[in-house]
């Protein structure tokens, strides 16, 4: 199944919860480190300062992050 496949039918709205789930590539744990971890929150905390999503809660896990949101403005994915 090809990448493009997995996005058929989904669509991204303002007000609508998400739970997202995003994996490293190759599932390399670039998060076990405790600086790169504290990044990826830095950037979750910049998303909700631009009321671009509103976080619920969140897991960062060594190879994947689990985030809960609330989209404000945007898309889920931008490729």
Known sequence: MA????RKGRV????????I???????APHF???DNGRKVVR???????E????????VVMPDHLH??????KGKLCGY
């Not at 991204?12 to 739970?19: N, P």
């Not at 789930?21 to 599932?27: E, F, G, K, N, Y």
């Not at 009321?51 to 969140?58: F, G, P, W």
Request: proline share 0%; net charge neutral; with cysteine.
């Open 3 to 6: 990448f493009n496949d997995l």
């Open 51 to 58: 009321r671009r999503a509103d976080t619920l809660c969140y």
């Open 32 to 34: 076990a480190s405790l």
């Open 67 to 72: 985030w809960l949101m609330v989209l404000h």
């Open 12 to 19: 991204s709205q303002s007000g609508v919860m998400y739970h």
């Open 21 to 27: 789930t995003t994996v490293a590539q190759s599932r």
């Open 43 to 49: 950037e979750l905390m910049v998303l909700q300062a």
